[in-house]
């Protein structure tokens, strides 16, 4: 075996070692072994494994009341507090310039339910609070809405619906109201994790 040929070998195989070592993340629905039935339990959402480390994110924002259009992109990075307490810093870029967001995050997993108090330093703050569902496909939704907030002069409401799509992507469906108007389509970022 000629010594190029030998160094070559040895690559792969340390190669091949390195991707064996990393976890892939794994959903949180339990393997069965057959297929789900009607009357499975549903998992609870495990907070922890789902969230916490950092996220990415892009998201195509029409005009509205919280800001100009364009595209908005950052990180968020998720970690826990203690017990049921969670905090979500992200750290973005957008039209009108860079932005922070801090969030406190409580979650009731028994009880299924999320709250947060959100943050911004654009100029507003807000509590949102909502339900956590799930099935049996291992897919969980977080509904989120908030309660009316002022920013520039308007009263705002958002609904937020987070589908936890995979352990490495999530899926942001947010609308708006404006002074008492019909909710809006606020866009649909997509959050994504690194392995």
């Known amino acids: 075996m000629t010594r190029p040929f030998g160094l070559c070998l040895l690559a792969l195989a340390l190669t091949s070692a390195a991707l064996d070592a990393q976890q892939v993340p794994k959903g949180q629905m339990p393997t069965l072994g057959r297929a789900t039935q009607s009357d499975d339990p549903v998992p609870l959402l495990d907070f ?7 996220w990415t994110f892009e998201w195509s924002m029409p005009e509205t009341a ?14 826990k507090v203690d ?3 969670y905090e ?12 922070t967001v801090r969030e406190l995050i409580a979650y009731h997993r028994e009880n299924k339910t999320v709250a947060r108090q959100i943050t911004d330093s ?10 956590v569902g799930g099935d049996l496909g291992g897919i969980y939704n977080l ?21 936890l799509m ?25 959050w994504r994790k690194s392995p």
Not at 166 to 190: E, K, M, Q
């Open 66 to 79: 919280l800001g100009p259009a364009g595209e908005y992109t950052g990180t968020t990075v998720y970690t």
């Open 166 to 190: 995979s352990p490495l992507a999530y899926r942001v469906a947010t609308s708006i109201s404006v002074d008492g108007g019909p909710f809006t389509n606020l866009g649909n970022p997509w």
């Open 122 to 131: 654009r100029g507003s703050g807000r509590l949102e609070i909502g339900p």
């Open 48 to 54: 922890d494994a789902y969230f916490l480390g950092k």
């Open 88 to 99: 979500a810093v992200t750290e973005g870029q957008g039209p009108a310039g860079a932005f």
């Open 143 to 163: 509904h989120y809405e908030s309660a009316p907030f002022t920013h520039g002069g308007k009263t705002i409401r958002l609904k937020n619906t987070l589908r």
């Open 83 to 85: 017990g049921r307490f």
